[in-house]
């Protein structure tokens, strides 16, 4: 049907991987100028999605070099601000892994509507510990929900999210024995939250915590859950 996405290796080539996007017969492996010229001559909007969509999915397949990679990233950038919302998260879905992915387009998607945005706040390396930041401040707490479902987080932007006393943020901080918190944001959601179940066990069961939390944590917690608090931290 002119929308089959496939990959082939040509012996003559000494096995060398070739991929094909049959959209508009664009050959990634030869991607040029002159195929984000003929893009712009097609005001098809459906074909002009559908190929900024197979675009991003080959980005994410890893199989392309950079010239061609840079040359993907000129169709993504002239056709995404003209589709919609679901298309904008369809592409956010295929890059929110691919460790190379263009800053400025990491950032353009993480600064999107929270069902774009959400895929590559929650787990893109590309975002900087200023993008998240950023997108604390300055979009909802939906989005501050997504940052806090990331593997790992740092002390700055762990604080970030504990500060919007949030109770889903500041909860999977707490379970997140891979995000950094200084003292002070320990303290904060013990103030905040002290009363809440969850987040008091959560922040009991973390590997490393400083003796003033550990002595927080014995006055508020009983059962097994002090028991282990005292185990883990005699």
Request: some cysteine; glycine content about 4%.
């Amino acid at each position: 049907d002119g929308s089959l996405l496939y990959f082939y290796s040509d012996e003559a080539d000494g096995g060398i991987a070739r991929t094909r996007l049959d959209s508009g017969m664009i050959a990634l492996a030869y991607l040029s100028q002159a195929d984000v010229d003929r893009l712009a001559a097609d005001r098809s909007p459906a074909n002009r999605a559908a190929t900024m969509l197979r675009v991003g999915e080959v980005l994410a397949s890893g199989v392309v070099g950079l010239e061609e990679r840079m040359i993907a990233y000129a169709i993504i950038d002239r056709v995404l601000p003209e589709v919609e919302i679901e298309i904008r998260a369809e592409l956010s879905r295929f890059l929110k892994n691919v460790p190379w992915l263009d800053h400025r387009l990491a950032t353009r998607l993480a600064n999107d509507v929270l069902e774009v945005a959400e895929p590559v706040l929650a787990e893109s390396l590309a975002l900087t510990d200023e993008d998240l930041l950023a997108v604390i401040e300055r979009h909802s707490i939906g989005h501050a929900r997504a940052i806090a479902k990331r593997r790992t987080l740092t002390a700055p932007v762990s604080s970030a999210l504990i500060r919007t006393d949030d109770e889903v943020c500041v909860l999977r901080v707490a379970a997140n024995d891979n995000a950094e918190i200084d003292v002070l944001s320990m303290h904060r959601m013990l103030d905040r939250f002290g009363e809440d179940a969850p987040i008091v066990e959560s922040v009991s069961q973390r590997s490393t915590l400083p003796l003033a939390i550990v002595e927080r944590l014995t006055a508020v917690v009983g059962g097994k859950v002090l028991q282990r608090l005292i185990e883990r931290h005699n």
